[in-house]
């Protein structure tokens, strides 16, 4: 399930959207909304809130100045940093930091479930590593 904004509804964001909410909405531990939707003010902040995790996490990860965290951040943000944690080659072959480096893990990310399960998500993940990779043909 999720809320909007690739907000996954799992026991983290629902105990986030619990502290947001207030007296507006309550969720319980299986995730059902016993008062109303939830608004989109606090579907908007539990979602930048995790995508400002995202960033953290792949900057932690991948070093701060990594031309390749915004796409590892969009892939902790949609799976989650144990989700995308579990991409081991594909992380290994992003942390090379060279342009083979970032086609081997656009073909990786594309033998994934994820690919199954989020064709279009993961198609904008592979166009991103490919044109990093381009782009450090170029500064050669």
Request: net charge positive.
């Amino acid at each position: 399930w999720t809320i909007g904004q690739g907000v996954k509804l799992d026991e983290d964001n629902v105990n986030l959207i619990n502290q947001l909410a207030g007296d507006r909405i309550i969720l319980d531990k299986n995730f059902i909304n016993s008062k109303s939707r939830v608004p989109q003010d606090i579907v908007d902040k539990v979602a930048l809130q995790k995508w400002n995790n995202a960033v953290n996490i792949a900057s932690q990860t991948l070093g701060e100045n990594n031309p390749a965290n915004y796409i590892y951040a969009s892939m902790v943000y949609q799976l989650g940093p144990k989700g995308a944690g579990e991409f081991k080659d594909t992380l290994k072959q992003i942390k090379k930091g060279t342009a083979e480096g970032y086609r081997q893990a656009a073909k990786e990310v594309a033998k994934s479930d994820w690919n199954k399960q989020t064709p279009v998500r993961v198609k904008a993940i592979q166009r991103m590593l490919v044109d990093l990779a381009s782009f450090q043909n170029k500064g050669k």
